[in-house]
């Protein structure tokens, strides 16, 4: 199976408003990462550990789930998706180096696929900096730094479901294992 490109649409972040009651979008996802990394005193009441990620829960708009992260020099997610939920998040400080598919898997009954040489996207979000993202989005978040920590505050909508985990070589995903919310919390 091999996977292209698929068109991803704009999405405005400044008409975040939505009104009360409301499953919170992408956009007031985006909001509440960008204020909370605003947020100096709560930033740095993160504990940092040098000997692997940290992270707190806040509560996030709506209903949605939301974590303060830090990230020691050298650590990353692996290559993941959110399933249908949709989500944001932002550097806090430090950076964060994001590499993702710009393409639609197939949600179910495959195990690997290849990839076609187009989808690969890279962006590097320095603290202020970050993303939203729409239902499916795959992708792996790294602090590529030698001697530096990145925090980072991340907000999903519905709450996680499940993440399904990848492997990656060259061109070719491999779905490995799927987690559900008692592997994280
Ligand atoms: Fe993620």
């Not at 939301?66 to 997610?77: D, E, K, N």
């Not at 925090?151 to 061109?171: E, M, T, W």
């Not at 491999?174 to 919310?181: K, S």
Request: net charge negative; proline share 8%; charged share 20%.
């Amino acid at each position: 199976m091999s996977v292209s490109p698929s068109a991803t649409s704009p999405i405005s972040l400044v008409s975040s408003v939505s009104s009360a009651g409301s499953a919170p979008t992408q956009a007031d996802l985006y909001d509440f990462a960008r204020r909370t990394v605003a947020d100096t005193e709560l930033i740095h009441s993160l504990p940092l550990d040098p000997e692997g990620r940290t992270w707190v829960r806040l509560h996030g708009p709506g209903g949605s789930e939301a974590w303060l992260i830090g990230w020691p020099p050298g650590t990353g997610t692996g290559w993941h998706d959110h399933a249908d939920s949709v989500g944001a998040f932002l550097t806090a400080s430090g950076e964060l180096k994001e590499n993702s598919l710009a393409a639609r898997l197939p949600t179910d009954g495959w195990k690997t696929l290849e990839l076609t040489e187009d989808v690969d996207r890279v962006r590097r979000l320095r603290a202020g900096q970050g993303r939203a993202f729409g239902r499916h989005h795959v992708h792996e978040v790294l602090n590529e730094s030698p001697d530096r920590h990145a925090i980072s505050v991340h907000a999903y909508y519905p709450p996680l479901p499940q993440i399904r985990r990848y492997s990656r070589s060259g061109p070719v995903l491999c779905l490995e294992q799927v987690e559900r919310p008692e592997d994280w919390q």
